[in-house]
């Protein structure tokens, strides 16, 4: 390797499979769905989604009422990746050398399709003065800044499903560059609304295997036929191999190659031989000065849609070979959007980490079309030296992430 490497020092997660890094890694590990049918949701095309289960704000402090769903995610990702990094918010040695990286696709649209309701029902006098410091793109960013006391860099990636990735790649750039020491990167979301479920659904993007939600979220599957709406952040604190090694921080993992590309394509379909997500990916070895045969898992983007699982397949046997591991993590987690980026960034640092290939959940007969090792029905323990994150988005906007043991 000759890559920049950056040491992940703290990971922190929100996600359908639980609140915690633990929680929910072992229900990843267990390969066990999150889709349900949601009372609210009833009425829409689709009525099922994967929800945080069990989040209270409240739990965050007196001021989380002030914050979107998906900015109180980001902030409670941010303190336990904070806390296993060993690091106290506002307790910095420059706070002008910690920067904040967070990236999302939808923003605070809660916030904002409320606040519409409002205008529409009881007219423009009645609209929360909160509207815009909750809806914006850049607000989870803007909070964590402030949660934390961090006066560097802070950047909103809007990437759509890869703004997640973008962070984190984004980060280690700044890293690479000398213009920070620590970067808290990653992505959140909180899309589960009436107009982006059904926006989703009208596009059939969507499973619409409603008898059985359990298994509508299932990547690489003959049977597939969309993906299920999911919620969350995936936070990472980024620093020099040298600067954890002064604060004798032992680092989860280590992020080594970076990548991103554009399809120039089509603004929703991916190209129709990967073009830009084989760029992006071959960017991201090139960087770390590794081949495609390094690459021992890939936590693939796999939505479970039908073009993209073909597609993405095609790319990662044409670098990789037929014969490396793959799965996605969306069998359980659903799509979180511009978060899937980070929170699969952070099962992939795990795989490195703990020797464990999370399954693709509910996958059961894997499409003949994909000619690639689908880790499905169990967890596979393998050692994995690197393992490939890939994260695309609509747009045509992709990123890698090449992500390394300690």
Not at 40 to 60: I, K, N, Q, S
Not at 352 to 381: C, K, L, N
């Amino acid at each position: 390797m000759t890559g920049f490497a950056t040491a992940v020092t703290g990971i922190g997660l929100v996600t359908p499979a639980g609140i915690g890094v633990k929680e929910s890694w072992d229900r990843v590990v267990e390969g066990r769905p999150t889709a349900a049918h949601h009372a609210d949701l009833e009425g829409l095309p689709v009525t099922m989604a994967c929800r945080v289960p069990d989040f209270a704000p409240a739990a965050l402090g007196r001021t989380a009422w002030q914050w979107d769903r998906y900015s109180q995610f980001a902030i409670a990702a941010t303190r336990e990746a904070l806390d296993q990094a060993g690091l106290v918010p506002g307790e910095w040695a420059d706070s002008s050398r910690v920067a904040v990286i967070l990236g999302s696709g939808a923003g605070g649209t809660a916030t904002l399709e409320a606040q519409h309701r409002v205008l529409l029902e009881e007219g423009p006098e009645e609209i929360s003065a909160m509207t815009l410091p909750m809806g914006l793109l850049n607000m989870a960013a803007g909070q964590v800044a402030i949660d934390i006391g961090a006066n560097g860099p802070c950047l909103a990636p809007c990437t759509a499903c890869a703004a997640g990735a973008s962070a984190i790649g984004l980060g280690r750039e700044l890293l690479r560059s000398g213009l920070a020491d620590i970067v808290v990167a990653g992505g959140a979301e909180a899309p589960i609304t009436p107009l982006y479920l059904s926006s989703f659904a009208r596009m059939r993007a969507l499973s619409r295997r409603l008898d059985d939600p359990g298994t509508a979220s299932r990547p690489f599957d003959t049977a597939r036929d969309g993906f299920v709406l999911g919620e969350g952040a995936g936070v990472v604190v980024l620093e020099s191999e040298e600067h954890a090694r002064a604060r004798g921080v032992r680092p989860v993992a280590r992020v080594i190659g970076y990548g991103a590309s554009a399809d120039a394509h089509h603004v929703t379909s991916p190209h129709p031989e990967g073009k830009g997500a084989e760029l992006a990916v071959r960017a991201a070895l090139a960087d770390a000065g590794l081949t495609g045969r390094d690459i021992g898992y890939v936590n693939a983007h796999g939505t479970s849609t039908p073009l993209n699982d073909v597609i993405e397949a095609g790319v990662i046997h044409r670098v990789a070979g037929p014969d490396v591991q793959v799965s996605s993590t969306k069998g359980v987690t659903g799509h979180p959007l511009g978060a899937a980026g980070s929170i699969e960034a952070v099962f992939a640092a795990l795989t490195v980490h703990h020797g464990v290939i999370p399954p693709s959940a509910s996958t059961a007969e894997v499409d003949p079309q994909v000619e690639v090792d689908v880790v499905h029905g169990a967890a596979r323990h393998a050692r994995v030296d690197v393992a490939l994150s890939n994260s695309f988005g609509f747009g045509g906007q992709n990123a890698a992430l090449l992500i390394a043991s300690a």
